[in-house]
């Protein structure tokens, strides 16, 4: 069965270094999305991709936050600097194109921590 | 704005009794009704989904939910709880804007006891 790759699957970085996380989606889904999960919490949007190009970033924190798909196949989320607050775990997400109807299938994560 | 409800954030049920999650969701338009299931430093695994149609969905894991438009709830059920459905439930709801992206609830600790 296809599944949703991410890596890595654990990163522990000092406040103000830069990161980034790297997600695969399974073949054929044309959209992708990065959520964070703050511990306790559902997940939350960060940036959606539609192939090659960003359909929703409204809650990335551009300042800091930066997503590319340049290819429209893997992503890759980078933070710099990274904040104590940016500890979460960071959730791949990907589906096929074309409405709600479609279900997102989640990777198995990136766990941040800041120190 | 679209949003589900999750009023437990934790359930106990003894393996062998039937357990439900409850959730339930305000929206514009249709509902799209989705349950995810996340163990510890996993990702969420999907369960099942309500777009259209009957009222009861069956989904994976034996796991089971009921769409309710009069009391706007989609709870989700399981005959028969296991020790290893132990996890967090989260319950979520697509948006109905340009992205479609998942609304969650706040999710919902399930422990069965043996």
């Known amino acids: 069965e296809a599944e949703v790759a991410q890596s890595p699957r654990y990163k522990i970085t000092e406040k103000s270094q830069a990161v980034a996380f790297w997600c695969d989606p399974i073949?054929?889904?044309?959209?992708l999305y990065w959520y964070r999960q703050i511990l306790g919490q559902g997940p939350e949007l960060l940036v959606q991709f539609q192939d090659e190009s960003v359909v929703d970033d409204s809650q990335l924190p551009k300042d800091r936050f930066s997503a590319e798909r340049l290819k429209g196949v893997d992503s890759t989320l980078k933070i710099q600097p990274a904040e104590l607050g940016d500890s979460a775990m960071y959730l791949c997400?990907?589906?096929?194109?074309?409405?709600?109807?479609?279900?997102?299938?989640f990777g198995p994560g990136t766990r941040l921590t800041v120190l | 704005a679209q949003s589900v409800a999750q009023p437990e954030d934790q359930v106990n049920v003894a393996e062998g009794n039937p357990l439900t999650v409850k959730c339930t969701y305000s929206v514009s338009g249709n509902p799209y009704l989705f349950w995810y299931v996340q163990y510890p430093n996993r990702g969420l695994q999907f369960l099942l989904k309500y777009i259209t149609g009957d009222n009861l969905v069956k989904g994976s894991y034996g796991f089971e939910a009921e769409f309710n438009k009069s009391q706007t709830s989609f709870h989700l059920k399981k005959p028969s709880a296991l020790v290893s459905d132990s996890a967090l439930y989260f319950c979520?709801?697509?948006?109905?804007?340009?992205?479609?992206?998942?609304?969650f609830g706040s999710g919902t600790r399930l422990l069965v006891r043996p």
């Open positions: 979520a709801v697509r948006d109905i804007g340009s992205s479609y992206k998942l609304i």
């Open positions: 997400a990907s589906s096929l194109p074309g409405g709600p109807i479609h279900t997102q299938y």
């Open positions: 073949s054929g889904h044309a959209t």
